[in-house]
């Protein structure tokens, strides 16, 4: 069984994986869920659909094992 320490890592690899911006994005993670809040943007010289971004991170996580749901409340700049 994965930790909920041990899944947050794995989370930010996945999410720093992507063109986006995560400086103001809080990642924790409880009993399995995964909840991303805060601001996401495109990094500079990538133009992107940052909303498209995070579905395709909502994707990849779920597949993840130990990871029972992904929430996303997210400021999209």
Same mark, same amino acid.
């Given at each position: 069984? +994965?930790? !909920? &320490?041990?899944? #947050?890592?794995?989370?930010?690899? !996945?999410? $720093?994986?992507?063109?986006?911006? $995560?400086s103001?994005? %809080? =990642? *924790?993670v409880?009993?399995?869920? @995964?909840?991303?809040r805060?601001?996401?943007? &495109?990094?500079?010289?990538? !133009?992107?659909? @940052? *909303? &498209? ?9 779920? *597949? #993840?094992?130990g =990871? #029972?749901? =992904? @929430?996303? %409340? =997210? +400021?999209?700049r």
């Open positions: 069984m +994965t930790s !909920d &320490a041990e899944l #947050r890592r794995l989370v930010l690899r !996945d999410i $720093t994986k992507r063109h986006i911006d $995560t103001r994005l %809080d =990642v *924790q409880y009993h399995g869920v @995964v909840y991303l805060g601001v996401v943007s &495109a990094l500079r010289g990538h !133009d992107i659909d @940052v *909303q &498209a971004e995070m579905e395709i991170i909502r994707r990849i996580l779920r *597949q #993840r094992p =990871v #029972r749901d =992904v @929430v996303i %409340d =997210v +400021t999209y």
